[in-house]
């Protein structure tokens, strides 16, 4: 009975240890999601032109350059700031740390994918129903489509870096957080599963 008791203590330790993910790969699947988000919106507005239904185009773009441009502008810097500061305190992974697994990140990434549709469809139907003509739509693909643009450009910047040092690095986030925290600057390095420096050549002189 005590060594049940004992693994369940285990088990339960473990299941809200904290995760360490992959600072490329995450960004990359935001960028992919937000960006891919933002197309299926605008197909949602043309289609909507299409049909005949009312909408403004000048509102819609000037919504969208309205949302996007700000966005963008707040999302490069806060990104290069936090790239900036995890490279300096980037360090070896910590003791016990617990590598996220393919299946637990599908399970993450997909709720965190189902609240933003959710979101985004609340926003359209109430634009629909109340004849906005657009606006909101645009709003919403500015929005999406800066977020993505800003991750897609840090996820490249993650890449060069571990390229350079030719190491992978992790983050740990939260066993219940749904992505990287954005005041996240702490940065682990893993060079498991890294290609070993190839050694001298016979033929170097």
């Known amino acids: 009975m005590q060594t049940e008791r004992n693994r369940d203590a285990r088990e339960t330790a473990l299941a809200k240890a904290p995760r360490l993910v992959r600072l490329s790969e995450e960004f990359q699947w ?32 000037a919504a969208f350059g309205v949302a996007f441009v700000p966005t963008l502008a707040l999302g490069i810097p806060a990104a290069r700031r ?3 500061a995890a490279r300096e305190s980037s360090g070896r992974l910590p003791p016990g740390g617990i590598r996220e697994t393919r ?13 933003v549709l959710t979101g985004v469809l609340a926003l359209l139907v109430f634009d629909a129903v ?20 800003a991750d897609l450009l840090e996820a490249r910047g993650w ?11 992790l983050a740990l986030i939260a066993h219940d957080a749904l992505t990287v ?12 599963g890294m290609p070993e420096p190839a050694g001298p050549s016979p033929f170097d002189l």
Request: positive net charge.
């Open 30 to 61: 935001r960028a992919s999601a937000a960006l891919g988000a933002a197309v299926a919106v605008v197909g949602y507005w043309v289609m909507s032109w299409l049909v005949g239904l009312p909408v403004d185009a000048a509102q819609a773009g």
């Open 82 to 84: 936090r790239a900036a």
């Open 103 to 115: 299946a637990a990140a599908r399970e993450r990434r997909g709720k965190l994918a189902g609240i």
């Open 130 to 149: 109340f004849d906005g003509g657009g606006p909101i739509a645009g709003l919403v693909a500015g929005v999406l489509g800066g977020i993505g643009l």
């Open 159 to 169: 890449r060069k870096a571990e390229e350079e040092r030719e190491v992978r690095l």
């Open 181 to 192: 925290a954005p005041t996240s600057d702490r940065v682990y390095e893993d060079r498991r």
